[in-house]
């Protein structure tokens, strides 16, 4: 008895990866210089040519190989084994997990003191043109 493997769905796996990159349609189209109803079209093929797959990986971040031989269960082995070996000290791979961006906090804090000077700068100038108009009056 003879069983058939079924093929590899291509477009259904770049989706798949294009999702857990948190990627949108739109996204890819841009990065691979298509339109977003292409890469529709792409992720609805069974198969892609290999030109194109290579372009989609490298705006993936992935190989073509790890699209080809994509399962959902090799993404829950390899988030398993990740998250055990390299975040069991609060820490990623490369250090802290930051869900934002720390440059960003540190000019937002700096706009805010800048802010907050001028307020003071202001008061203060304000205090002196009362000052001046008071010795003036006398």
């Not at 857990?20 to 292409?38: F, P, T």
């Amino acid at each position: 008895m003879e069983t058939v493997t079924k093929p590899k769905h291509i477009g259904r796996n770049i989706s798949r990866i294009r999702e857990l990159r948190g990627m949108k349609q739109e996204a890819l189209a841009n990065a691979i210089g298509v339109s977003q109803q292409s890469v529709s079209n792409i992720e609805g093929s069974e198969t892609i040519e290999e030109e194109k797959l290579i372009e989609v990986a490298k705006a993936l971040g992935v190989s073509a190989d790890a699209i080809k031989n994509f399962t959902e269960e090799n993404v829950i082995n390899y988030f398993n084994n990740f998250y055990d070996n390299s975040a069991s000290n609060g820490q990623g791979a490369f250090g802290p997990i930051f869900n934002f961006n720390p440059l960003e906090k540190l000019v937002e804090a700096y706009d805010e003191n800048k802010k907050l000077y001028e307020r003071l700068l202001q008061a203060e100038k304000e205090k002196i043109s009362y000052l001046e108009k008071l010795i003036d009056e006398k």
